[in-house]
């Protein structure tokens, strides 16, 4: 039989509690014996940490942990990619579209997580391309944008989301129910769209900096620009009814646009795959993001690295097993503002009077 490898330590105290979650330097912890499992990995080393007396275990560093099915977090990895509906991937698994939600829930974050571990940490160094991706959820009578910002080598910097109020030529019936339904849940913010582009912006491009930032002449853009102060940012603009090919100056958002489109079932048209809820639709958009910026390759003609080898955050094109290779835990990223909100399920759904939020204590 060969030999089992050993396991590496841990790296830090789980319990973000403890003073050596943050700063494990002078941490220290004992075996504890070990409990085996009908998934591998079966036979799971157990430790204690001397500091606070928590309890873990090697698949505490894991993105599997307390999962019954590890095999299927890949699985909905891809699913969730290539057009597939959570009922649909919930089908072929054999498991609850409950799971499949739960396990998306658990990849959105992660994603988060490591994109915000591998985005570089300065300014951009590459022209930014702006654009509102138009989707809704709960219904065709709550629009909203996710608005995505791309660099000219095809890496997504960021995206957030703005709600929208319902435009475009409605007949009687349709203005009635757009009337009723804003009368029982309220009516989006008409600042949104604003609000939301000078949280991205501000998030990607630091203080001090400067930025070129393309975009359509959406007239929030101007506005949210202005208000982020110590921020030189040179705007480009490009009627977005210009042609859409490789020579449009929007390109790199274009096809983003495309790309998040062509492979989310919650985001094709007349479909019933819709998002219901935007925190869902955020947290896909992350597993798409991470996939898009270091695991897909830039062209699938010529097979070629993927926009984070072209600017250099990462050596070579990640595998799905790099991806989810270890567990990133929230505490040690100091979120804040929207991503922190995004992280723990606190984007609100206007049309839903309640929602689950992400508040477990041990499962983050
Ligand atoms: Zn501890």
């Given at each position: 039989m060969p030999r089992r490898r050993p396991d590496p330590p841990?790296?830090?105290?789980?319990?973000?509690?403890?003073?050596?979650?943050?700063?494990?330097?002078?941490w220290r912890y004992k075996k504890k014996g070990f409990f085996s499992r009908t998934?591998?990995?079966?036979r799971v080393q157990r430790y204690l940490c001397q500091r606070c007396g928590r309890n873990f275990s090697t698949?505490?560093?894991?993105?599997?942990?307390?999962?019954?099915?590890?095999?299927?977090l890949r699985r909905v990895f891809w699913g969730s990619l290539s057009c597939s509906g959570l009922r649909q991937m919930a089908r072929e698994a054999g498991v609850s579209h409950l799971t499949v939600q739960r396990l998306l829930e658990r990849l959105g974050r992660h994603c988060l997580l490591l994109h915000e571990a591998l985005r570089?940490?300065?300014?951009?160094t590459e022209a930014l391309v702006l654009d509102g991706f138009r989707t809704f959820e709960a219904g065709q009578y709550w629009p909203f944008d996710l608005n995505l910002l791309v660099g000219?080598?095809?890496?997504?910097y960021g995206f957030n989301d703005a709600e929208l109020r319902r435009s475009g030529t409605h007949t009687e019936r349709q203005r009635a129910k757009r009337a009723q339904l804003e009368a029982a849940y309220g009516r989006p913010n008409p600042k949104a769209t604003r609000r939301a582009v000078e949280e991205l912006v501000g998030r990607v491009v630091p203080e001090g900096a400067s930025a070129e930032i393309r975009s359509d002449e959406h007239r929030a853009y101007p506005l949210a620009f202005r208000r982020l102060a110590g921020r030189r940012i040179r705007h480009l603009t490009t009627s977005?009814?210009?042609?859409?090919?490789?020579?449009?100056?929007?390109f790199p958002v274009n096809l983003a646009d495309l790309l998040l489109r062509h492979g989310s079932a919650n985001h094709?048209?007349?479909?019933?795959?819709?998002?219901?809820?935007r925190q869902g639709a955020l947290y896909r958009a992350a597993i798409w993001m991470v996939w898009r910026n270091?695991?897909?390759?830039?062209s699938e003609r010529r097979q070629d690295a993927p926009p984070g080898v072209e600017i250099g955050v990462v050596n070579a094109r990640l595998t799905l097993s790099e991806v989810l290779g270890r567990r990133l835990f929230p505490w040690r990223a100091s979120l804040s503002g929207w991503l922190e909100r995004c992280y723990f399920g606190r984007?609100?759904?206007?049309?839903?009077?309640r929602m689950r939020r992400h508040s477990p204590a041990y499962a983050v």
């Open positions: 841990p790296p830090f105290c789980p319990n973000p509690r403890c003073a050596s979650h943050k700063d494990p330097g002078t998934r591998g990995p079966r698949q505490t560093f894991s993105p599997t942990y307390w999962l019954k099915r590890p095999d299927l570089p940490p300065g300014a951009p000219e080598s095809h890496f997504v977005s009814k210009a042609s859409r090919t490789a020579s449009n100056p929007l094709k048209r007349e479909t019933i795959a819709f998002s219901k809820r270091y695991v897909k390759p830039r984007i609100p759904t206007r049309a839903m009077a």
